[in-house]
């Protein structure tokens, strides 16, 4: 049997190995962020990027600690600034990476001292080399004893049917990441388009958005996950009813004013332009928001700083 952890002798996992511990950590990062998100809300929060019980960076981050301080782990000083240092550059990465393809932040560091650009800060690196020793000392020691005295012919078809899993998970995680910046991009640019119609036709709209909008901040924060999300689907319609609403009358006024446009082109490309807005907020369906809600209510500290009126907006929304 191979070595245990604990006696500081630098131990060759197998890939199966690998995988396990990713796993485990990621589950013990998901019981730790689900339990604090749960009792700050008073309610019942699954926390992370992914569906299912696992939070990623926390695994990543644990293999990250264990490569990092593979040669320093006899020295508890060491395997903290180690361990500090490999899983701070994790999160750099990662953070910066998930931004630039979802164009949104998922967690974000902004209100605390000594960050850089919200991906990281000080007392979360701090953290992450607490984290380190605890888990050299103390986590890891019986996490290790269970898997290296796990029998090949039950690790093997467990870490195949947890990766199984973990990659639909994943699949299913992305696309509604990917729909989400979708839906943000197509929400600003509609917005944007309404407000460049609304000064070309010298118009303000006769809609209350903003009256909605203090609605849905005077709301009563709602429990029921199930609810919430109904809500969201619910406001969501409204909204969209709203935008839509406001091209009708931004349509009545182009026919108006296109009496006076000198080309029968110019007149039609006016009123057609505004009629594939109203098609386009039209097409945005049911299922879309209901991904939206889902993605969201997981990550409820996410923000995006490419579309921060949009995505606070939609954040007004799940309330």
Known sequence: MQEPFNSFVIVHYTLLQWLMFFYIYSFI?????????????????????????????????????LVSTIDVRESSVLVFFFGMFGATLLELVTGWAMEKLFHVKYWDYKNFPLNFHGYICLPASLAWGLFSVLMIRVIHVPIEGIVLNMRRGLLEPLAMIITAMFAVDLYQSVNEAMDLRDMLVKIE?????????????????????????????????????????????????????????QLRELLSKAEEASKNLPYADERGKLKDSILAELERIGARGEKQYSRMASILGRNPHAVSEEHKDVFEEIRNMLK
């Open 29 to 65: 990062g998901w019981i730790w962020e689900s339990l604090y998100a749960s009792v700050g809300q008073k309610r019942p929060v699954n926390r992370g990027f992914l569906h299912g019980p696992v939070i990623p960076i926390y695994g990543f981050g644990a293999l990250c600690v």
């Open 189 to 245: 640019q509609s917005k944007e388009y309404i407000h460049t119609m609304q000064r070309r036709l010298e118009i303000s709209s006769t809609v209350h958005i903003d009256d909605f909008k203090r609605k849905l901040r005077q709301t009563a924060e709602c429990h029921d996950p199930f609810a919430l999300r109904r809500n969201f689907i619910e406001n969501a319609k409204q909204l969209r009813e709203l935008r839509a609403q």
